[in-house]
């Protein structure tokens, strides 16, 4: 159903710009007279169609880019992609991913901060990861300098029987409400550490050019033990 949405925007998107580019043509034909059939022409080309046109842009864009295969396409983000499918991976996402804990755009499924119901903060921080990846201003490893939002793993865990079956989760439902407290405390990190994304890493090749190996899916179970017995006891 998804699918068929889409392509209907995109030839309804491609029937109203060469309608308004006609309508364009027709009042530059009349050199620059205007009149009765100018005025007519010139709503509809000038106010209606682009408005339309935009409205459908936004759409497909906003869309599309739900899709993984959209996060794919840009060079910063294989890494996390490419760890996200490797099936022996222990991070969240590739754990999320390789079980179908999110059926569809598993991606936008964590990160929907940045979708119409997220916050202005989130819009803001999107627009600027965009707008750094246009211009090559980012360095790798990128790091992301917002906050993740419990909300985010809340809106499909929480009031489920496996999360209300921890005893730990209810004394800390007044922290996970105010981010106090991250699920990424007790739960491992969500994707490969800074240290595996950086250039001349050697399991930084491995997540440039596939899902990574087994060596780098010990390295994470590595990482994830450290990073628990790291934790305070309290």
């Known amino acids: 159903m998804f699918t068929e949405t889409v392509q209907l925007v995109q030839v309804l998107g491609v029937v109203l710009v060469v309608a308004d580019?006609?309508?364009?043509?027709?009042?530059?034909?009349?050199?620059?007279?205007?009149?009765?059939?100018?005025?007519?022409?010139?709503?509809?080309?000038?106010?209606?169609?682009?408005?339309?046109?935009?409205?459908?842009?936004?759409?497909?864009?906003?869309?599309?880019?739900?899709?993984?295969?959209?996060?794919?396409?840009?060079h910063v983000m294989k890494p996390f992609a490419n760890d996200m499918l490797n099936d022996t991976s222990t991070t969240l996402a590739a754990r999320h991913y390789q079980h179908n804990w999110i059926p569809k755009d598993q991606c936008y499924g964590c990160h929907k901060d940045y979708g119409l119901n997220g916050t202005l903060k989130a819009k803001l921080d999107g627009y600027r990861h965009l707008m750094r990846y246009i211009t090559r201003t980012y360095v790798e490893p990128i790091q992301y300098r917002g906050e993740f939002q419990n909300a985010n793993c809340l809106s499909c865990h929480q009031q489920t029987?496996?999360?209300?079956?921890?005893?730990?989760?209810?004394?800390?439902?007044?922290?996970?409400?105010?981010?106090s407290i991250s699920c990424m405390n007790c739960h491992g990190r969500a994707h490969p550490s800074r240290q595996f994304r950086t250039p001349g890493h050697p399991h930084y090749k491995d997540l440039m050019s596939g899902p990574a190996s087994s060596q780098h899916s010990e390295g994470n179970t590595e990482e994830l033990k450290k990073f628990v017995e790291s934790l305070p006891n309290n």
């Open 21 to 74: 580019l006609i309508l364009l043509l027709a009042i530059a034909l009349k050199g620059g007279k205007v009149n009765t059939v100018v005025k007519r022409l010139a709503f509809p080309a000038l106010i209606v169609l682009p408005i339309l046109i935009a409205f459908l842009g936004n759409y497909h864009v906003f869309e599309t880019s739900k899709k993984v295969k959209a996060c794919m396409q840009c």
């Open 161 to 179: 029987k496996a999360f209300e079956s921890v005893e730990m989760h209810r004394p800390l439902s007044s922290q996970f409400a105010d981010n």
